[in-house]
């Protein structure tokens, strides 16, 4: 006999930067999880991730999601924004203000109580094929969050969203054919 209810624990941890973490995770019965997840997306910021393949010893199926992401980080070229999506994004911006004025890579930075927002120094170019993908990039910035925020506690926390083709531009200084808008 199966539980069809959902069942909700709490983790506590600590983050490779020494942040304490408090997890609520809620299981839902496998039939009723996607429905409520999509009805919920929907509505909310959030992400649904699927993969329905399945090879003995090497692949299974999951999903994972969730809804309400604390904060929201977009970049054009030299130039991002991290802003806080709620209360829980509030408190996050604070350690991420400590991280960005202890880095070396930016240029410029305006804190304000519900974003910042910050410029990368311009890189030199890599002195060797090897290095090029350690040039000061948005890479380097997601680097140092990704660095604060890990721990093996949590292989799902991490940034998830769409990251467009322009970050090929990052490694590759390619010549543009068709204008593009800024």
């Known amino acids: 006999m199966h539980n069809h209810r959902s069942q909700t624990h709490v983790d506590q941890y600590e983050t490779q930067g020494g942040l304490h973490i408090q ?3 809620e299981t839902l019965p496998n039939n009723d999880a ?7 997306l929907d509505a909310h910021q959030g992400v649904l991730l699927s993969s329905g393949f399945e090879y ?9 999601g969730f809804v309400d992401p ?4 977009t970049s054009h070229q030299r130039n991002f924004t991290i802003k806080a999506l709620n209360d829980r994004g509030k408190v ?8 960005l004025k202890s880095s070396t890579y ?8 519900q974003t910042i927002e910050g410029s990368l120094i ?16 948005i890479f380097s910035l997601l680097r140092s969050l990704k660095s604060f925020f ?33």
């Open 34 to 40: 996607l429905h409520t997840l999509v009805e919920q």
């Open 106 to 113: 930016i240029e410029a930075i305006d804190i304000r109580p």
């Open 92 to 99: 996050l911006l604070s350690f991420i203000e400590v991280i």
């Open 23 to 25: 997890r609520h995770i």
């Open 122 to 137: 311009k890189a030199s170019p890599p002195e060797s094929e090897e290095l090029r993908s350690r040039s000061i990039s």
């Open 150 to 182: 890990h721990s093996d506690f949590d292989p799902y926390l991490g940034f998830y969203g769409a990251f467009g083709y322009d970050l090929a531009f990052e490694f590759d200084p390619v010549e543009k054919k068709i204008p593009r808008s800024e």
């Open 56 to 64: 003995p010893g090497r692949y299974t199926r999951w999903d994972i």
């Open 70 to 73: 604390p904060i929201m980080l």
